[in-house]
């Protein structure tokens, strides 16, 4: 066949290592015989997308295949969609757990292209593997159309119970601020303020960025002097990061606080990327991981539904929660590997650690946290809006200890069930790329929570 190929990837990633990927992806490509057609380097734009798009329009291709070399947003991904009737599939890519920065983030591109490919109807097959491993059968299956995403049943609405009304009363009437528009192509985080409110009882105030810009640069020095005593308490080698950017960075936990009392806001979410770093200066990852710790979520790129799902899992666990990625999943070694940039709460940090300070592994900003996570039960739960269907979705793993698997925070985990079986649920099931983690078994009162909510239930 005549196969179209259109490789993603974003310029702030390790360029030079999604390039030898790349190199690795279109040579098993090649062998499969078939005739491969479309650019050979790296898409980093919108303009240059969609010049590839047209290409293979002009060159009539049978199939086309989004080649997810790095992480991406999901605008590019849903307008290949629609631009062809002919079958799609995306192949996505592991990186190794060495403990530095996370190099590419595929997994997490696929993860956004489910969600939004779902909303739209869209079907496509999938692939995450290794280019440099054994990937010619996969490939071939993933052609022939036998590796479909497909679409998962949802489950009845549980049974409301007395802790599960507990839950849902607690949420109900608290307050979130979004502040800022969640980023393009994050189809993940979008939401309707009347839709939140009818579900939860939860009001959602639509804050803009500069509204805690301008709190963070009027904060007193003496403010930001505690919100270091603190930083200084918990975390080694402040020293070592820039002293004005962490400044900043420590401002934005006073100007959160500010927001939180003037509004009597019980969750955040956060527009964290990129004008924190490109207009502000400072990175409010470690005022995140502040501000959960003391029980007050914050949800990065403004996921008001992340958000929402962090309040009730907190209400269930009465713990602090944190509101991660899954950024790889590894059948061979039936683990996972949940991960943000450096936000996950304090008390979470595996013991005998010492927590560092560190910076954005793209950005280069301070005030990151950085540690992995302890080993222990551990319950993961989103609200979710996948397929447009809410409901909640519902799982349960074994915090391992095992080294840091990429900077920031960061853990590995291993499922009830497979990896492998776990991998398809969520690519079939469209889930957000962020759930929230709290340690301990919650699922018998969020089954109860959902009841209350009357919302589906999807055990993964």
């Known amino acids: 066949m005549k196969l179209g190929i259109l490789p993603l990837g974003r310029p702030t990633f390790d360029v030079p290592f999604a390039e030898e990927n790349l190199t690795a992806m279109l040579a098993a490509l090649e062998a499969t015989g078939h005739e491969i057609v479309g650019p050979r380097e790296l898409l980093f734009d919108e303009a240059a997308t969609k010049a590839g798009i047209a290409a293979l329009k002009a060159a009539e291709v049978d199939q086309v295949m989004i080649l997810q070399v790095t992480f991406t947003d999901a605008s590019m991904t849903v307008a290949i969609g629609a631009a062809f009737e ?3 599939s995306i192949w996505s890519i592991p990186e190794p757990r060495l403990g530095g920065r996370l190099r590419l983030n595929s997994f997490c591109g696929l993860n956004l292209a489910s969600h939004a490919l779902g909303l739209n109807n869209r ?6 593997a290794d280019p440099t491993g054994d990937v010619a059968a996969d490939l071939t299956a993933m052609l022939a159309g036998a590796r479909p995403s ?4 949802l489950g009845a609405v549980p049974e409301a119970t007395e802790a599960g009304r507990a839950i849902a009363k607690a949420v109900n009437g608290q307050r979130i601020a979004r502040i800022g528009e969640h980023p393009a192509g994050f189809d993940t985080c ?6 939140m409110k009818a579900l939860s009882g939860v009001e959602v105030d639509e804050l803009a960025l500069d509204d805690l810009f301008d709190l963070a640069r009027a904060v007193p020095a003496e403010a930001a002097a505690e919100v270091r005593k603190q930083a200084d308490a918990e975390l080694s ?5 820039d002293p004005e950017e962490l400044d900043r960075s420590l401002r934005l ?5 500010t927001l939180k009392a003037n509004g009597g806001y019980g969750a955040f979410a956060i527009r964290c990327w990129p004008e924190t770093f490109t207009e502000y200066g400072g990175a409010v990852c470690g005022p995140a991981s502040m501000m959960g710790e003391a029980r007050v979520p914050c949800a990065c790129e ?6 929402l799902t962090q309040m009730v899992l907190a209400a269930a666990a009465d713990a602090p929660v944190f509101l991660t990625d899954l950024v790889d999943m590894d059948a061979d070694d039936d683990t996972g590997v949940v991960w943000h940039c450096g936000q996950a709460p304090i008390s979470m940090i595996a013991p005998e650690v010492q927590a560092e300070a560190t910076i954005h592994t793209n950005r280069k900003q301070p005030l990151l946290y950085q540690f992995p996570l302890k080993a222990g039960e551990v319950t993961l739960m989103r609200i979710s809006q996948a397929h447009g269907r809410r409901h909640m979705v519902l799982s349960h793993a074994m915090m391992l200890t095992r080294p840091m698997s990429f900077t920031g925070t960061s853990g590995v985990l291993r499922f009830g069930r497979g990896a492998g079986d776990v991998l398809s649920d969520i690519i079939a099931s469209g889930l957000e790329h962020h759930m929230a983690l709290a340690y301990g078994d919650h699922r018998v009162a969020l089954r109860g929570a959902a009841g209350a909510m009357g919302l589906p239930l999807l055990e993964i």
């Open 86 to 88: 002919q079958p799609l």
């Open 123 to 128: 079907a496509f097959g999938w692939l995450y």
């Open 150 to 153: 497909g679409k998962l049943a």
């Open 190 to 195: 979008a939401y309707d303020k009347a839709d």
């Open 237 to 241: 080698g402040l020293d070592e990061v």
């Open 253 to 257: 936990k006073v100007g959160l606080d």
């Open 302 to 307: 403004a996921d008001v539904y992340g958000a």
